[in-house]
């Protein structure tokens, strides 16, 4: 294609969203003409399913859930009107209380106020509000959030050890859906810890958001913590970004979650247009299945050019990937579908990945982000005539076509700056891509039933260093090799896991498990004591 083709197939094809000021162009993914006919059938009951969703129907039928996110923009269209209350009584408690905290009405029993968050939570229940905070922060945030989104604890050390002699104002907000996902437990046990050593009660500077009845919301009550926000069955993890998830975390930062909201809004308003080639998220939808012939042969690769949308990427990854990395249909027919999601920003990627792109293998389509905007204030020319963010721009359009070139694909996202406002549409453009996809393939988008097996898997690990731990300690006198404890503990075929907890039990000092080398290194000893 010249580029004089590519110019008119811009123009033909350029669907835009007035309002939030993006537009989405594809004409740089090679579709036949015909394909958007073919796939008109399709789309139209993608749309079916996406309206019945908005109404309320069991989306989620393995969960045998309602799947509500676009209501938490739009509270008048939940089926119930106790639902549009409990989502608008909601957003007014986040901003009252994200007041209360920045007046100081709220406060700390040993400082005058809070001036730091520190969010625990982990995948649906930090990615969105880390997503948020690193987009839309400023050094003049009313407050600065920290995350603890693991549970490595020299990760947690390292975050401590940022907060400094300010956990006395810092306010810990617990984030968990369930209430029960243990990494996110263990932030929370170690952040506890850390204010008790300093002489501080944890549940005066502890919030909690989660299911009602849930583990960490009995755990709050009992702690007498300062408040408890709520979190429904009918929003998943991965789109609750817009539910108090993404909007306390937020507001206490001193963001506009109205504008989020609202750019989500009328995004919602635009991919709810039936006409799909002027809805961006059905176009999108329609782009991923084209370019992985609806079985997610190419990869996504996100290259927001702005450093602000670095986390991008990573955010979409949950999105997409728990959203459609599926093993049955339906029908319950093995299908193993997906999409895999990575990226980071460019110009930066430039310097690093980008060479395989165009020259290696062939198994990706991109998506660009352009940002019109290039900062707050005017731009220092660093040569005459041309600024930073010119160069920015050359660079995204050189890249483009260095791809295109090679016959790589992509489609262009272009949106005026980064502001709530285009953040919350952003968001809401892939959640509704997202769902209209899994139409298309015919998959349950809403449930993750793989992330079960690692969950127990872990669980027996566990389990079983339980056991290892209670046989050193009940036999001190000699050291024993992972063979001999591993049949000992009733679990011979276990025994490379066995290993593997005795190394990491030797490995720190602290649990009491000592090595004593052997002739090689499977024949090392430990010992307890
Ligand atoms: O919010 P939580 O219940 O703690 O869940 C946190 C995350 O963990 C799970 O394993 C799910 O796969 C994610 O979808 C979820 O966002």
Same mark, same amino acid.
């Given at each position: 294609m010249t580029e004089r083709q590519l110019w008119e197939r811009y123009k033909k094809y *350029?669907? #835009? %969203?007035e309002s939030v000021g993006l537009t989405l162009d594809v004409s740089r993914m090679n579709f036949a003409e015909d394909f958007l006919e073919r796939m008109r059938g399709p789309m139209e009951k993608a749309f079916d399913a996406m309206a019945a969703l908005e109404k309320g129907a069991i989306s989620n039928p393995d969960e045998k859930r309602r799947v509500g996110h676009y209501w938490l923009r739009a509270p008048e269209l939940a089926p119930e009107p106790a639902l549009t209350k409990e989502i608008q009584d909601t957003v007014a408690a986040v901003r009252a209380f994200s007041e209360d905290v920045h007046a100081g009405r709220v406060k700390p029993p040993k400082a005058d106020r809070f001036t730091r968050v520190l969010l625990v939570g982990i995948g649906g229940s930090a990615l969105g509000p880390q997503l948020v905070a690193d987009a839309l922060g400023t050094a003049v945030d009313r407050m600065q959030v920290f995350f603890f989104d693991n549970t490595d604890p020299d990760g947690m050390d390292r975050v401590l050890a940022q907060l400094g002699g300010t956990l006395a104002e810092t306010l810990t907000v617990v984030i968990s859906k369930s209430g029960g996902t243990k990494e996110t437990r263990n932030g929370m046990v170690e952040a506890e810890r850390a204010y008790q050593q300093k002489g501080l009660e944890f549940g005066r500077h502890a919030v909690a958001v989660t299911g009602e009845g849930s583990e960490l919301d009995r755990y709050a009550k009992k702690g007498n913590w300062l408040r408890t926000f709520p979190m429904w069955d009918w929003v998943g993890g991965r789109t609750? %970004? *817009? &539910?108090? %998830? #993404? *909007?306390l975390p937020a507001r206490l930062q001193g963001l506009d979650i109205d504008g989020m909201l609202a750019g989500a809004r009328d995004m919602d308003v635009a991919t709810r247009e039936r006409d799909m080639l002027r809805n961006p998220a059905a176009m999108m939808a329609l782009m991923w299945f084209h370019a992985g012939n609806g079985r997610g042969q190419k990869d996504l690769v996100i290259l927001p050019y702005k450093d602000r949308l670095l986390l991008l990427s990573r955010y979409l990854q949950q999105l997409v990937m728990e959203s459609l990395g599926k093993e049955k249909d339906l029908e319950g027919k093995v299908v193993n579908q997906g999409l895999a999601v990575y990226g980071n920003k460019g110009s930066t990627d430039q310097h690093a990945y980008v060479q395989q792109l165009r020259e #290696? %293998? &062939?198994n990706f389509f991109a998506t660009f982000v352009e940002v019109l905007k290039d900062r707050e204030g005017t731009s220092m020319r660093v040569e005459e005539d041309f600024t930073s963010g010119d160069y920015l721009l050359g660079f995204f359009l050189g890249t483009r076509r260095a791809l295109f070139e090679k016959g790589r694909e992509s489609m262009t996202l272009t949106v005026p700056d980064v502001s709530a406002r285009t953040l919350g549409a952003l968001i809401a453009l892939h959640e509704r891509a997202v769902g209209l996809y899994a139409s298309l393939v015919n998959i349950n988008a809403y449930h993750q039933p793989g992330v079960e097996a690692g969950k127990k898997a872990a669980g027996a690990v566990l389990e079983l260093q339980r056991k290892v731990l209670a046989k050193l300690r009940g036999d001190k006198a000699k050291g024993h090799t992972a063979e001999e404890l591993a049949t000992a503990v009733g679990s011979p075929d276990e025994v490379e896991t066995v290993f593997k907890v005795l190394e990491h039990l030797a490995a720190n000092a602290d649990q009491g498990v000592k090595r004593e080398p052997g002739a090689n290194r499977f024949d090392t000893r430990f010992r307890a004591g």
């Open positions: *350029l669907c #835009g %969203v609750s %970004v *817009l &539910s108090a %998830v #993404g *909007l #290696g %293998v &062939s």
